[in-house]
Nanobody, 119 residues
Framework: QVQLVESGGGLVQPGGSLRLSCAASTTIFSIYAMGWYRQAPGKQRELVAA???????NYADSVKGRFTISRDNAKNTLYLQMNSLKPEDTAVYYC?????????????WGQGTQVTVSS
């Protein structure tokens, strides 16, 4: 079992920046992939960015060039650097960890952190 706790959300003006953190309860070096999802009111949860144990990354088209996902295995922490924020980025952001154990997939979720972009 992996427990995930997000932090770093808050209120920011358009064009501003935030860095989200996701602290894991155990080492993450063995986790195949971790990612950030978000869910805005009236919308389904969507993948924002993901990173694999091999270092490959994937971003939603809407955030490419603005967001950067990274992980610090020594600190068991996942990050999402968000720059040039737009009002449409407003959502609850969730941390996700994905791994496969004996060919069985597992997904773990944090409780979410609110990001509000408004002037």
């Amino acid at each position: 079992q992996v427990q995930l706790v997000e932090s770093g959300g808050g209120l920011v003006q358009p064009g501003g920046s935030l860095r989200l953190s996701c602290a894991a309860s155990t080492t993450i070096f063995s986790i195949y992939a971790m990612g950030w999802y978000r869910q805005a009111p009236g919308k389904q949860r969507e993948l924002v960015a993901a990173i694999t144990s091999g270092g490959s990354t994937n971003y939603a088209d809407s955030v490419k060039g603005r967001f950067t996902i990274s992980r610090d295995n020594a600190k068991n922490t996942l990050y999402l650097q968000m720059n040039s924020l737009k009002p449409e980025d407003t959502a609850v952001y969730y941390c996700n960890a994905h791994r496969v154990v004996i060919f069985t997939p597992y997904d773990y979720w944090g409780q979410g952190t609110q990001v509000t972009v408004s002037s």
